[in-house]
């Protein structure tokens, strides 16, 4: 096990650097000059263009640039500078990512809690009335895009009802992001519902679920531990790999509910062609996605002893 | 089961609606009301550093406003330069300038603005190694190639043209007569800078200190800026209201949902999209006035082939293929006025402004189709308009203007749009020349004269002249206008020179911009400067 970890953990290094280079270079094969697009539809002193880009080390060959940025990363903790307004971008993912953290926590909770929940009671009664209308509410949850979901809720909630805020004010208040978080986590509430109730109802089925009901078990424990813990594997393995996803792509849900995080930062930076700010954002989702990646399989181990890691 | 589902989904929302009232309470949109409620104003992340010469654009523009005065300030309504911190301006050659700093002015932390402020500050606004983004506007100044080489390292770190000749009193010796220049002063660039900045810039970037109506109470960069009214401000133009806090909106459909909700005072910027829900929405609290702002057509002069002798009536002729007026009433919901010069509303008569356009600018198919036929029609048979696709609605009026076109000229495809992802991009192709047909060009204007809508768009090599357009007889008509000490007489100078603008059609003009904003039922007195800047210091809340 402790092995395996470690094996995991070099392996990162290698795909750490992969990725941020792919990055890197297709941030800077992109068309266009950030510095002379700060000086908007007016003329720019060529002089002053060349300033700002020796000042920030655009001027220098590309190796050298992705050089100096990692080395930056890695020996100072420095994600460099943003073109833009001069911030350092550690500040400026130090203002994001904890709003983002904080709504993709809300989201994650409400599609874990919610998503298995239903999954639960569709699966045990597949095929009667709680199992269709539960279909039904799925699907119309995974054919509505994004941002239709967000303006309704916004509509219904915030004006019609008035129970809600429209918007999350710069104090990100809790209550605030519960509405964006729904917005957020409804889609893939409706994949872990479906994938609860397919497994479980298929494990139903199983073997092992006879001989524990024929053993005389208590039902309660014939489906929390035996039929819970086998069905289990497929979710967890969806539920880890959205984890990135709902960091790095809440870009509408965060327009739509004014959330100043992580998604809108990506958005921003890739029309401003603004490198830096772009490739730290990416780093630590590399990160996240690593790291969960690594958790997701160890969980398998726990879920289902049959599987070890040497 | 179904039940159960609902009875969770009711339980969650009481919860939010619970969580929701709690909190609400503490949100400081409140305060107080009467001369010290505070306004809350929606706002966006400023794109630079605010230090004056660097700021280029409306967000960080608000700030300047409020806490900077120059030596001039722009009348709200008129857009008349008015004497701020000037006692007086003297000049008797229109190059030699004699600037008298009133007595008695302080920054907000004690320190007297005196004529050292100013040229401190404009000396470094102007030094290339501070990289500030108006550097070009002491380019008037002697010396300005000197601390601001085009290229090579600088030869003088301090402006040979600026000295100060007494505790209130510099000079300013200018490389060319220019009798408007005491006019462009009111620039948020001009304005004065305390010991503080140079001294501990860093300090000063994180919480700026000026010497306007209002001072910085507190700023976290990205998320929002609270000013609160300078009790000891000695202007005249005293903040009527307690204080302004600034709000970053992710955009401005949030921020105007935020309005209707009552979290919000003041949005300076309708989004096209809620422009059919405002009257409803807001009724009367909808402010649409014009502002310095003017979209035209470029062409490529650089390219042979849109250079050549008798093509100005086919440049004519498409400025009469556009129907401006309805693309303004369809597209635009009025938010923008048919342009019929090259200048702007907000210079009024006496500025300059003056129907100089005339039947050019009025939509004429079958002339239209004439004057295109006469001037040897469109070189390669199709034309592509080149645009920036990532913001504003130009995909929308870009794709209008070639439909008019195309229909006013019975050809479909002598016209189609050619759009470029990125700002960024679309700014650099315009800067090195890369279109082989017209582009769309803005201009928002730096201060409201008519020199500036013309000398730094037209002027030959001027600094955004992106089409390349050059007249020896513009230029001649220009540098005259600016030799007039006689304001009237320079401004029909200026009008003469648009005139050749007109007869070679050096760029189509479109549309004037107006500025729009939306204030809740809290708020009274709210207005849009010509540079569609919200007179904060006016407002006063109920």
């Known amino acids: ?310 | 089961m179904r039940g159960a589902t609902h009875a969770k989904w009711a339980a969650l929302a009481t919860a939010v609606a619970l969580a929701a009232t709690a909190c609400g309470g503490g949100d400081d949109s409140g305060g107080g009301g009467g001369a010290d409620g505070i306004v809350s104003s929606s706002w966006g992340d400023p794109q630079n550093p605010l230090e004056p010469a660097n700021t280029n654009e409306v967000q960080g523009g608000k700030v300047l406003s409020m806490i900077f005065r120059g030596l001039k300030e722009y009348d709200p309504k008129t857009g008349e330069a008015k004497d701020m911190l000037a006692e007086k301006i003297e000049t008797t050659d229109s190059v030699n300038f004699t600037v008298t700093v009133k007595d008695g002015w302080t920054f907000s932390n004690g320190e007297k603005v005196t004529a050292q402020s100013f040229v401190d500050a404009w000396n470094y606004g102007a030094a290339l190694k501070n990289n500030q983004k108006n550097a070009y506007f002491f380019g008037y100044i002697e010396g300005y190639d000197k601390v601001h080489p085009e290229e090579g390292e600088a030869t003088a770190d301090t402006l040979s043209g600026l000295k100060v000749t007494g505790p209130q009193t510099f000079t300013v010796k200018l490389t060319q007569k220019f009798s408007t220049f005491p006019d462009t002063l009111g620039y948020a660039a001009y304005a004065p800078l305390p010991k503080a900045f140079f001294d501990d810039h860093d300090a000063w970037l994180a919480k700026p200190v000026g010497n306007g109506p209002y001072t910085i109470d507190s700023y976290s960069k990205g998320s929002q800026m609270q000013l609160k009214r300078w009790d000891d401000y000695p202007g005249d133009d005293k903040a009527r209201n307690g204080g302004i806090t600034l709000k970053v909106y992710t955009d401005n459909n949030t921020a105007y949902t935020d309005l209707i909700a009552g979290n919000l005072d003041l949005v300076d910027d309708v989004p096209a999209a809620q422009l059919k829900n405002v009257s409803a929405d807001l009724g009367d609290r909808y402010i649409n006035t014009p502002a310095g702002i003017i979209q035209t057509l470029s062409f490529p002069f650089y390219d042979p082939a849109w250079n050549k002798p008798g093509q100005e009536k086919l440049r004519q002729g498409l400025s009469m293929a556009i129907d401006r007026n309805q693309i303004t009433e369809t597209i635009f919901q009025k938010t923008r006025t048919p342009a019929v010069d090259w200048t702007s509303p907000v210079l009024g008569e006496e500025g300059g402004f003056k129907d100089v356009c005339g039947d050019f600018c009025k939509y004429d198919a079958a002339e239209a189709k004439k004057l295109v036929a006469e001037g040897g029609g469109i070189p390669g048979g199709t034309m592509k308009i080149s645009y920036n696709a990532d913001t504003g609605s130009h995909k929308e009026w870009v794709d209008a203007v070639c439909n008019s076109i195309n229909r006013a000229l019975g050809n479909n495809t002598a016209c189609v749009g050619n759009p470029i992802g990125t700002f960024a991009d679309f700014r650099n192709q315009v800067t090195t020349q890369k279109f082989d047909g017209p582009f769309r060009a803005g201009w928002q204007m730096d201060y409201p004269l008519i020199q500036n809508f013309l000398q730094p768009l037209y002027y030959t090599n001027a600094s955004s002249n992106d089409g390349k357009y050059s007249s020896e007889e513009f230029d001649k008509l220009v540098d005259q206008a600016n030799a007039e000490s006689d304001i009237p007489k320079a401004v029909g100078l200026f009008q003469q020179a648009e005139e050749v603008l007109r007869d070679d059609m050096g760029a189509i003009p479109l549309w004037y911009q107006n500025g729009s904003a939306g204030y809740s039922e809290r708020v009274e007195n709210v207005t849009l400067n010509p540079f569609s800047v919200p007179v904060y210091n006016q407002i006063t809340v109920k």
């Open chain 1, 1 to 310: 096990m402790g092995r395996y970890v470690a094996r995991r953990l070099l392996q990162m290094i290698p795909v750490f650097f992969g990725t941020t280079l792919l990055i890197f270079l297709m941030v800077y094969s992109l068309p266009g000059d950030p510095v002379a697009g700060l000086f908007g539809d007016k003329g720019a002193s060529p002089a002053t263009i060349e300033a700002i880009k020796h000042k920030l080390g655009l001027d220098q060959p590309l190796w050298k640039q992705y050089w100096d940025y990692m080395s930056g990363i890695i020996l100072h903790f420095d994600f460099g500078t943003q073109i833009r307004n001069d911030r350092p971008v550690t500040e400026v993912l130090g203002d994001a990512f904890p709003v983002t953290l904080q709504l993709a926590t809300l989201a994650f909770a409400f599609e874990l809690i919610f998503g298995i929940g239903l999954g639960i009671i569709a699966g045990l009664r597949a095929g009667r009335l709680a199992d269709n209308s539960i279909l039904i509410f799925t699907l119309l949850i995974i054919s509505i895009p994004v941002f239709v979901l967000g303006y309704i809720i916004k509509m219904v909630f915030a004006f019609n009802l008035g129970w809600i805020q429209p918007n999350v004010s710069n104090d990100q208040l809790w209550s605030e992001m519960i509405a964006p978080a729904v917005v957020l986590g409804g889609l893939s509430l409706a994949y872990v519902a479906r994938l609860t109730r397919t497994t479980m109802a298929e494990n139903l089925r199983a073997d092992y679920m006879r001989t524990a009901i024929a053993k005389g078990l208590p039902r309660r424990r014939v489906i929390g531990v035996h039929l819970m813990r086998n069905s289990m594997i497929p979710v967890v393995t969806f539920l880890g790999t959205d984890i990135g996803a709902l960091m790095g792509g809440a870009i509408v849900t965060e327009r739509i509910f004014n959330v100043k995080g992580v998604g809108g930062l990506i958005a921003e930076s890739i029309t401003r062609r603004e490198g830096t700010t772009l490739v730290g954002l990416v780093t630590i989702l590399v990160i996240v996605y690593l790291v969960t990646s690594l958790l997701i399989d160890l969980l398998y181990a726990v879920l289902d002893p049959r599987i070890r890691y040497a």
